[in-house]
């Protein structure tokens, strides 16, 4: 985190279920746990409350989406400007 921004995942914060995690990955589904189990889901998994699941910052990195960092100012700045284009 930075002075003034956080990192989008940072922002989404519920651990997602490996069902959806497997889904999102284009994997199969019913295969997912076996894949936990043998060390080679494509991302890091932890079991909680005895499900897997898998933080948004992990899922976004193994399907190559950024995480940038988002900063007040400009999310104030950018809404100033749509409102100029919505009148």
Known sequence: MTANGVRVSQRLSMPMPLREVAALLGLDVSKASGLVRAGRFPCRVI????????????????????????????VRSGARFAQKWDS
């Not at 005895?50 to 007040?72: H, N």
């Open 47 to 74: 079991k909680a409350k005895g499900k897997y699941v898998a933080s948004v910052a992990d899922v976004m990195e193994a399907m190559g989406i950024e995480d940038p960092v988002v900063r007040a100012d400009d």
